[in-house]
T-cell receptor
């Protein structure tokens, strides 16, 4: 079983819609959770992190964490074509980071 | 401010040639440093990580090696490149923030093509 699992997509949403990206993790001891955005040919860029159960909002982005169910999600409101990228979920367990393989998102104008 | 530098940005090397990629971090001390490889359309593969000078842990047996000669310098090397070494190489660093939480930041990456 992989440490972190994501649906690879591709996920397509129309411009202005809400994009919902999901991630599950296997280790209940994981304590920190991150979302990275990676444009084609570029390195991953941190866009959100969350440590506690519940929601965390930053602009159009909301990260949601449910430790009991071992999932973390990212919602992108008012999706823009510039949000088209691959989104990587990362989980920190102890001193190790584990990355999902990413979900490809395309926002259609 | 804390920054990470990685070079070169792109590299084309023949099979059998040596490789040296360098990563340096500024604005912090005693970071954990990591080398990842991302093959085309694939996820991130952790190759090496280091928690201090001269301390290297290898995650996957590779045709590669890593060294950390200075606190903020991390080098990825190969004596003889294989075609399968092609990929996008990323350096990352991790430090504890003021809340005792560990952040994780990537360098800009090196795209290596072995021909």
């Amino acid at each position: 079983q992989k440490e972190v699992e994501q649906n690879s997509g591709p996920l397509s949403v129309p411009e202005g819609a809400i994009a919902s990206l999901n991630c599950t993790y296997s280790d209940r001891g994981s304590q920190s959770f991150f979302w990275y955005r990676q444009y084609s040919g570029k390195s991953p860029e941190l866009i959100m992190f969350i440590y506690s159960n519940g929601d965390k909002e930053d602009g159009r982005f909301t990260a949601q964490l449910n430790k009991a169910s071992q999932y973390v999600s990212l919602l992108i409101r008012d999706s823009q074509p510039s949000d088209s990228a691959t989104y990587l979920c990362a989980v920190m367990t102890g001193n190790q980071f584990y990355f999902g393989t990413g979900t490809s998102l395309t926002v259609i104008p | 401010s804390q920054t990470i530098h990685q070079w070169p940005a792109t590299l084309v090397q023949p099979v059998g040639s040596p490789l040296s990629l360098e990563c340096t971090v500024e604005g912090t001390s005693n970071p954990n440093l990591y080398w990842y490889r991302q093959a085309a359309g694939r996820g991130l593969q952790l190759l090496f990580y280091s928690v201090g000078i001269g301390q290297i842990s290898s995650e996957v047996p590779q045709n590669l090696s890593a060294s950390r000669p200075q606190d903020r310098q991390f080098i990825l090397s190969s004596k003889k490149l294989l075609l399968s070494d092609s990929g996008f190489y990323l350096c990352a660093w991790s430090v504890l923030n003021g809340r005792g939480r560990r952040g994780y930041t990537f360098g800009s990456g090196t795209r290596l093509t072995v021909v």
